[in-house]
C-alpha cells in the first residue's frame, strides 16, 4: 500500500550538515504517521523522530532533540529529516517508516547510510 524510499546519506564529518528525504508513494499519504529511525552495527534499531501529516508536535528521541528536524511535504508525498552538528555517534543506516495506526511500523524504506567521521 505504501513504498518508501530514502536517500541523501553519505559520508561527512562531525559538525556537518546532512539532509534526508523519503518518497513515498501511495494515495493515502496524509493518513500515515512519518518516522526516522536508525540502526548503527551491533546496536538495536532506534527512534528517531516522527511526524503526523500536519507537522504539528513532531517528536525525537532525546539523542537528536535540538539538532535533528523532521518534516514533510504532503503535495511530493515526501518526509525530510534534517541532521545539524552531526556526531560521530549518529553513524547508522537511517531508515524511513510509516505506520496507520497503533505503534505499529507498518511499511519501511531499504535505508540510507550516514557515516559522521571524527
Known amino acids: 500500500q505504501v513504498q518508501l524510499v530514502e536517500s541523501g546519506g553519505g559520508l561527512v564529518q562531525a559538525g556537518d550538515s546532512l539532509r534526508l528525504s523519503c518518497a513515498a508513494s501511495?494515495?493515502?499519504?496524509?493518513?500515515?504517521?512519518m518516522g526516522w529511525f536508525r540502526q548503527a552495527p551491533g546496536k538495536e534499531r532506534e527512534f528517531v523522530a516522527q511526524s503526523a501529516w500536519s507537522n504539528t508536535n513532531p517528536i525525537y528521541a532525546a539523542s537528536v532533540k535540538g539538532r535533528f528536524t523532521i518534516s514533510r511535504d504532503n503535495a511530493k508525498n515526501t518526509v525530510y529529516l534534517q541532521m545539524n552538528s552531526l556526531k560521530p555517534e549518529d553513524t547508522a543506516v537511517y531508515y524511513c517508516?510509516?505506520?496507520?495506526?497503533?505503534?505499529?511500523?507498518?511499511?519501511w524504506g531499504q535505508g540510507t547510510q550516514v557515516t559522521v567521521s571524527s
Open positions: 517508516a510509516a505506520r496507520s495506526e497503533g505503534t505499529i511500523w507498518n511499511y
Open positions: 501511495g494515495r493515502t499519504f496524509r493518513q500515515y504517521i
